[in-house]
């Protein structure tokens, strides 16, 4: 399973594509579950690059349990919450993502 | 210090406008990421894990009131409240947008900074002893002699495309405070038997993947020559040094390659072209350049003894900052302070925005404007009247800056790791943090007396792990962190390169391991005196590895 991330170009917020725009948390990603979605979203985000939104885009694998989708690597976790040692930063600090945590 | 000519603000004002229109031009899509990747990087922007990343040049680690509290300014501002010091005596900053980058950069030049080169495959920001000016061992200032050099290093035409990135460090006094063997060129400004100013010359260290020691290639070149054999070395470098693996591309691997001598060689003949030329540093300006780091005119203050003695008999936690965070000066009646930025339990090299600016008011108040970022991710306040210790250390508790730990266990070199950078493989903040909590204990840390210890989060080692006395490098393994361990490794005037002791440790484990190390330490040295480095090098890797490891043997 695999969402689409990349950061925003203005001011390089980590976005997910999700419900056809770029959302500034992980939670409602669109999950490609097999090639052809893959594909779609790949797309997309060669789309989005060329038209100068986004910047750095990878599809990234994910799990998705209970509908809450988590990346599978440390490294996209930490992307998708803020820096592990400042809790007050990021994604984390906001009221939204903190619920979904 | 140094001050902008008309020249160099012309020349800052000029790149602000420049980059500024480069942005604009992005933003608006008029230029793609492809071609705007380079031009960003020229002007020290990144992009990371969660934002754009900001990396301001402070050259050779100087700076004056005014420039800090603009840094204090722009973290407030434009970022959140924070910047993070580097080993390269520069700051960054972690959460700039990329359309507010020309107003930072227009702040930065009103005071007389930029991001020029803190990026990209050329000469980035010379460093230099901290001490400089202050330290009470040293032959002569080294920052004219980089200064010198940044001038002619800033977009250099024939060194801005170099294979790779390309270091440069000063060191004005025999104890290296600089790290010299572990830059692709390493310079120590001494005198000859005739009482005149030279440098030798090191070439070839660095860290990565693959740590080298810097060779020594030259035992004294006249100051006059500083710039002419630069250039011969940057030259041979720019010729020889291999552009088709990025990870070969350092000079160092050209020096181990080619050989010491024949290098050297190749070095002294392209030298013989350049000497006599137009490089060879006048006397005059070399003086001129001087003229700008005159130290501050320093007044007796020999009431500072007395006062020092009072103070000490009134607070046992000034004594114990006085006894671990302040260095002899020159001058008998001053002293330069280091200002820990390693708080216990606090992110290594990281200050507040409000810290920023009461730092900047103390250098103003006590330390003649001037302040320097260390190596190590330390503030220094260079000259300060021993009559003014006990104010500067209150000011400092009042802002949470007076931890008393300079060259202990806790006062670790971090780099930012996953939890910020893009490259890392393994977090490095939360490990320092959590070392330097089980050591919080600032009586145990003086007990185990002097001990550098260096964290990457990958294997560019940016955490300078390898010349570590404990160094930590992070890594990915089977999708978790994993933690490997060096012993022996030193940045000084006898620089070596840590041993991996053997299996590498999960975060769980990893802070328990050091802890082993440091009690085996402590049960095998001669006396108090004898520090961690001297002992490891007297028994070697045995005892360490017996203690922590001896356990899995037998059970498999």
């Known amino acids: 399973m695999k969402v689409l991330t990349a950061n925003r170009l203005a001011d390089g917020e980590a976005v997910w594509y999700a419900n056809g725009g770029w959302a500034e948390t992980v939670d409602n990603a669109d999950v490609a579950y097999d090639k052809a979605a893959e594909d779609r979203l790949e797309a997309i985000g060669a789309t989005a690059s060329a038209?100068?939104?986004?910047?750095?885009?990878?599809?990234?694998?994910?799990?998705?349990?209970?509908?809450v989708v988590e990346p599978v690597r440390l490294r996209e976790r930490i992307r998708a919450a803020g820096p592990t040692n400042r809790n007050g930063l990021g994604k984390q600090a906001r009221p939204v993502a903190a619920r979904a945590a | 210090m140094y001050r902008y000519d008309e020249f160099d603000h012309n020349f800052v004002q000029a790149r602000?406008?420049?980059?500024?229109?480069?942005?604009?031009?992005?933003?608006?899509?008029?230029?793609?990421?492809?071609?705007?990747?380079?031009?960003?990087?020229?002007?020290?922007?990144?992009?990371?894990?969660?934002?754009?990343?900001?990396?301001?040049?402070?050259?050779?680690?100087?700076?004056?009131?005014?420039?800090?509290?603009m840094l204090g300014h722009i973290a407030r501002k434009y970022d959140k409240g924070y910047g993070h010091f580097t080993t390269r005596q520069n700051i960054q900053f972690n959460w700039p947008a990329l359309s507010d980058i020309p107003a930072i950069l227009a702040d930065l030049a009103s005071v007389e900074m930029h991001a020029i080169q803190t990026s990209g495959n050329c000469i980035r920001n010379v460093t230099a002893d901290h001490f400089a000016g202050a330290a009470a061992d040293e032959v002569a200032d080294p920052r004219p002699y980089a200064e010198i050099l940044r001038q002619w290093s800033s977009v250099h035409p024939e060194f801005s495309f170099l294979p790779r990135k390309f270091k440069i460090a000063v060191t004005g006094a025999e104890r290296d405070r600089a790290a010299i063997q572990t830059h692709d060129i390493g310079l120590h400004l001494k005198k000859n038997a005739a009482g005149e100013l030279g440098f030798a010359v090191y070439v070839g260290g660095g860290q990565g993947r693959t740590p080298m020691i810097a060779k020594k290639i030259r035992d004294f070149l006249p100051e006059a020559d500083l710039l002419s054999y630069c250039t011969a070395i940057?030259?041979?470098?720019?010729?020889?040094?291999?552009?088709?693996n990025k990870y070969k591309a350092r000079i160092k691997i050209l020096v181990h390659e080619t050989g010491v001598e024949e290098i050297t060689r190749q070095i002294e003949a392209e030298w013989q072209e350049l000497k006599d030329a137009d490089l060879k540093l006048p006397e005059a300006?070399?003086?001129?350049?001087?003229?700008?780091?005159?130290?501050?005119?320093?007044?007796d203050r020999p009431?500072?003894?007395?006062?020092?003695?009072?103070?000490?008999?009134?607070?046992?936690?000034?004594?114990?900052?006085?006894?671990?965070?302040?260095?002899?000066?020159?001058?008998?009646?001053?002293?330069?302070?280091?200002?820990?930025?390693?708080?216990?339990?606090?992110?290594?090299?990281?200050?507040s925005d409000s810290q920023m600016e009461a730092v900047a008011d103390l250098a103003e108040k006590y330390a003649f404007d001037e302040l320097r970022v260390s190596h190590?991710?330390?503030l220094i306040l260079p000259h300060v009247a021993r009559a003014d210790l006990k104010a500067v250390y209150d000011a400092l508790v009042d802002i949470g800056l007076a931890t008393a730990n300079s060259n202990l266990i806790s006062d670790i070199i971090s780099c930012p790791g996953l939890d910020y950078c893009a490259l890392a493989t393994a977090r490095s903040i939360p490990v320092a943090q959590e070392i330097s909590l089980r050591f919080a204990s600032l009586e145990r840390q003086r007990e185990i007396g002097e001990l550098k210890l260096k964290i990457s989060g990958c294997i560019n080692a940016c955490g300078h792990h390898h010349v570590g006395h404990i160094g930590i490098l992070g890594v990915e393994k089977k999708g978790a962190e994993l933690y490997q361990v060096t012993l022996g490794g030193s940045a000084d005037e006898n620089t070596s390169v840590g041993e991996i002791i053997g299996r590498g440790f999960s975060s769980a484990e990893i802070t328990d391991a050091i802890e082993q190390i440091v009690e085996t330490y402590l049960g095998l040295r001669l006396d108090r005196n004898e520090k961690f480095?001297?002992?490891?090098?007297?028994?070697?890797?045995?005892?360490?590895k017996e203690a922590l490891y001896a356990g899995e043997a037998k059970t498999a």
């Open chain 1, 51 to 67: 038209n100068n939104e986004v910047v750095d885009v990878n599809l990234i694998d994910v799990t998705v349990a209970n509908g």
């Open chain 2, 16 to 69: 602000v406008a420049e980059f500024s229109d480069q942005v604009a031009r992005r933003l608006a899509g008029e230029i793609t990421e492809d071609q705007f990747r380079p031009l960003r990087l020229m002007n020290g922007v990144y992009l990371q894990l969660h934002a754009y990343m900001l990396r301001i040049a402070v050259p050779y680690g100087t700076l004056n009131s005014k420039q800090l509290r």
């Open chain 2, 234 to 244: 940057l030259r041979v470098y720019n010729l020889y040094g291999r552009r088709d």
């Open chain 2, 285 to 299: 300006d070399i003086r001129a350049i001087d003229a700008y780091f005159a130290p501050p005119a320093l007044a």
């Open chain 2, 303 to 351: 009431e500072g003894d007395e006062a020092v003695k009072l103070a000490r008999l009134d607070s046992k936690s000034f004594s114990e900052w006085l006894d671990q965070n302040v260095v002899t000066h020159r001058h008998p009646d001053y002293a330069a302070v280091t200002i820990s930025l390693k708080g216990i339990g606090e992110a290594p090299g990281d200050a």
């Open chain 2, 376 to 378: 190590e991710q330390n």
């Open chain 2, 533 to 544: 480095i001297d002992a490891y090098r007297r028994v070697g890797p045995a005892p360490f």
